[in-house]
């Protein structure tokens, strides 16, 4: 079992950085993959990027590629998203989900575990 706990979340200026991060529990925190989402009001949930926490592979959205960065520091359990180059189109709860079999997929079918969400707003 895996809990995730979402933070960093906050009120940015448009052109301006966030750097969320997501806390997992559980032994074999090395084998998952963990991915971000965000799910905006009135919209469906989107995929922005994900990791393998054993090959460090990654896998990111059109949209975001080149303005957000997925990490992870498997010693702290964490993985981190680096959002610049911020837009009041990115103004969303965002949401970080793990699966067991480190698959960097964007669909969230494929995610067991899910954390409460945080919200990012981006003023205009």
């Known amino acids: 079992q895996v809990q995730l706990v979402e933070s960093g979340g906050g009120l940015v200026q448009a052109g301006g950085s966030l750097r969320l991060s997501c806390a997992a529990s559980?032994?074999?925190?090395?084998?998952?993959?963990v991915a971000w989402f965000r799910q905006a009001p009135g919209k469906e949930r989107e995929f922005l990027a994900a990791i393998d926490c054993s090959d460090f592979s990654t896998n990111y959205a059109d949209s975001v590629k080149g303005r957000f960065t997925i990490s992870t520091d498997n010693a702290k359990k964490t993985v981190y998203l680096q959002m610049n180059s911020l837009k009041p189109e990115d103004t969303a709860v965002y949401y970080c989900a793990a699966n067991r079999y480190g698959a960097v997929l964007a669909s969230a079918n494929e995610y067991d575990y899910w954390g409460q969400g945080t919200q990012v707003t981006v003023s205009s």
């Open positions: 559980g032994r074999t925190f090395r084998t998952y993959a």
